[in-house]
Every structure is written in structure tokens, then in C-alpha cells.
């Protein structure tokens, strides 16, 4: 039981490290292209390597999933999670943008007791909310707390956490890499329902950035940006498998406290790729969160 612990603990610390990355590259190209158009290049990119992964994983007859609607009800979960993730993007910093993210771990242990029938003991409880503090510090309360893309964030953490539960649920029975297909299916084929109604109702224009990002329509990527956001395919395959199972094998009141570790790339990432220089109150965030990361298992 411990093994699979540590495992999925550092499933879920390699998964958010890979989609990081991606979350850079989709912020970059956030002022240029719609959501949809960026989600469904990445999709196409990622299905055959998913596809890939079934088949050694499992064999392409366990796609024929057994339990068919939990996949797609945690899959339609997913789309809305990430959706709405990737909409505050061009409105916020990616720091902000990502800190308010990070409540995930608070809404999965408040759902992981109903969802689960899991204890959550006082220890993990308080290595919860020292890392949430940590978030709070990073977030300097009032520098844009209070922009509507905030709400964005906080619904997709929610939305995030209860579809990882769902794979925790059913992941006796399924693999990672079928609940990563189906979960890949599912966005391409949101991305392009949506991006057909706005451009059958004529919705191409909005006064916020981020509905500007999710109705603006398409036009064909120069080859820099084609390769970028085909990129985002590859991460996107590694990165929901990883995170898919590292919630598969292991409760999620060990595992979720781990998402706070994004909270240490994202700051990077916005310097090397945006020139936005890090505060020391990010600093001091971190070290609130590397703290709360040790005292789960101290």
C-alpha cells in the first residue's frame, strides 16, 4: 500500500511538471487563436499516442469499457475543467491563473469523504491548508483577486478534483490509458461542437479576453505555432495518463496535496517565457507549500 503511494505520488508530481509546459504554450498563443482551435490540434496530435498506450496497456478490446458512463460523465467533467482553465489564461498571469487552481486539493478532500467513503485524518487536513495559505501568499490578495476569469479558475478546480475522484472510483476496472482516450475524445469532440455553434450563430467577437480566446474563429497556425500547439498533443498524452493514474492507484487524500508542486513551475515558466519577474512573495508561497508537502508524510 505504501508503494503504491509513493508511486502515485510521483505520477501525479511528473504529470504536473509535463503540463506545465503546456500551460506556457497555451498562454502564448492565447492572443492569436481560439480555444477550440488550440484543443483540437492538440487532440488530433495526442489520439494515436493514446491509442498507442491502450494497446499496450490493456489491448484495444478494453476500450469496449465496461463501465461506459462514468468514463464519459468523468470525461464531459474534464472538458469543462480544462475549458474553462485555458479561458483564464489571457486574462490573468499564468502565477494567478494557476494559484487559484490550486484549491483542487481543498474541494477533493471536501468531496473525497461523500464520493469515497475515505478518512481524512488531522495531519493531511492541515498540509491542505498550510499549502492553500502558501497559495494565498503567492496570490497577493487584491492584484486582480477579484477579475470574473478568477471565478473561471476555481469552477474548473472544481470541476478538476471531482473527475479525479471518478478515476479513483472506477479505476479498478479501467486503465489510465482508456480514461485518458476517452478523456482526449471527449475534448476534441467538445472543441469542435463549440466552435461549430459560434460559427453557425455568428459568434466570433467578445469584450473579455477570455470568452475572446474561446469564440474567436479560426485561421491556419504560421509553422512555429502549428508545431507549438501540436507539441501541446504529445504533453497532453503523457500528462493525462500520468495524472490519470496516479489518482488511479493511490487515495487521493495522499496524492491531491501534490498538485500544489505546479505552484512551483508556474512562476518559472512565466519568467523565462512572459518577463514576469517572480515576487518575494511567491517565494515565500513556496516555501509555505514545500512545507505543507513534507508535513503529509512527516
Not at 505520477?11 to 511538471?17: H, V
Not at 496570490?139 to 470541476?159: C, I, K, N, V
Not at 479505476?171 to 459560434?198: D, E, H, P, R
Request: contains cysteine; positive net charge.
Amino acid at each position: 500500500m505504501q508503494n503504491r503511494a509513493t508511486l502515485g505520488i510521483i505520477y501525479l508530481c511528473l504529470g504536473i511538471l509535463v503540463f506545465s509546459l503546456q500551460d506556457a504554450i497555451i498562454k502564448a498563443v492565447s492572443g492569436s487563436y481560439p480555444l477550440t482551435e488550440v484543443v483540437s490540434i492538440r487532440c488530433l496530435v495526442s489520439a494515436p499516442i493514446l491509442l498507442a498506450f491502450v494497446h499496450f496497456e490493456s489491448g484495444l478490446r478494453s476500450l469496449a469499457a465496461r463501465d461506459m458512463g462514468s468514463l464519459m460523465g468523468r470525461s464531459f467533467l474534464m472538458l469543462m475543467a480544462y475549458t474553462t482553465y485555458y479561458m483564464a489564461f489571457p486574462a490573468l498571469p499564468l502565477a494567478d491563473a494557476v494559484a487559484l487552481y490550486f484549491t483542487v486539493p481543498l474541494f477533493a478532500l471536501a468531496l473525497a469523504v461523500p464520493m469515497l467513503g475515505e478518512t481524512i485524518g488531522w495531519r493531511r487536513i492541515t498540509a491542505v491548508v498550510i499549502g492553500f495559505v502558501g497559495v494565498v501568499v503567492m496570490l497577493r490578495p487584491g492584484a486582480g483577486l477579484f477579475e470574473p476569469a478568477a471565478l473561471l479558475s476555481l469552477f474548473s478546480a472544481l470541476t478538476y478534483a471531482t473527475a479525479m475522484l471518478i478515476a479513483r472510483r472506477i479505476g479498478t476496472s479501467t486503465t489510465a490509458s482508456v480514461m485518458a482516450f476517452y478523456q482526449n475524445a471527449i475534448y476534441l469532440l467538445g472543441a469542435l461542437t463549440m466552435a461549430g455553434f459560434f460559427h453557425l450563430t455568428g459568434i466570433q467577437q467578445a469584450s473579455h479576453k477570455s470568452l475572446e480566446f474561446l469564440v474567436r474563429p479560426w485561421i491556419w497556425p504560421d509553422s512555429t505555432d502549428l508545431l507549438l500547439i501540436g507539441s501541446c498533443g504529445v504533453i497532453a498524452a503523457f500528462g493525462m495518463t500520468l495524472l490519470t493514474q496516479a489518482y488511479r492507484i493511490a487515495k487521493a487524500s495522499v496524492v491531491t496535496s501534490f498538485e500544489y508542486t505546479g505552484m512551483l513551475w508556474a512562476p518559472l515558466w512565466g519568467f523565462l517565457f512572459f518577463g514576469e519577474i517572480p515576487y518575494l512573495t511567491t517565494l515565500a508561497g513556496a516555501v509555505l507549500i514545500i512545507a505543507g508537502l513534507i508535513s503529509i508524510n512527516g
